[in-house]
């Protein structure tokens, strides 16, 4: 099991900014894909956006234009910056890394959550 240590969550009011960071100690394994999921309380968990090692990123659409998803590689790092906050992204935040076990084998793994509140 690889720890991921989330940090930043927190209630603000809506237009508000809050920035999360999620990291790892140092691994022997290179670090593919990172990502920020979210799950709202009675529904699924969803993606909010995924950087690769190459720096692409990609976003859900209720986020693009509000949200920046970046990553420092030295410090295992991984950010997710949040902007224009609305009541509907109050959700627990977790964060996924994918660890390149071997050459053909990649495992996922998450951070606890960290609990995101927007107040109107």
């Known amino acids: 099991q690889v720890p991921l240590v989330e940090s930043g969550g927190g209630s603000v009011q809506a237009g508000g900014s809050l920035r999360l960071s999620c990291t790892t100690s140092?691994?022997?394994?290179?670090?593919?894909?990172m990502g920020w999921y979210r799950q709202a309380p009675g529904k699924q968990r969803e993606l909010v956006a995924v950087?690769?090692?190459?720096?692409?990123?990609n976003y859900a659409d209720s986020v693009k234009g509000r949200f920046t998803i970046s990553r420092d590689n030295a410090k295992n790092t991984v950010y997710l910056e949040m902007n224009s906050l609305k009541p509907e992204d109050t959700a627990i935040y977790y964060c996924?890394?994918?660890?390149?076990?071997?050459?053909?084998?990649?495992?996922?793994?998450w951070g606890q959550g960290t609990q995101v509140t927007v107040s109107s």
């Open positions: 996924t890394m994918a660890f390149q076990i071997s050459p053909s084998v990649q495992h996922n793994y």
């Open positions: 140092k691994s022997p394994f290179s670090i593919n894909d």
């Open positions: 950087i690769s090692s190459g720096g692409s990123t």
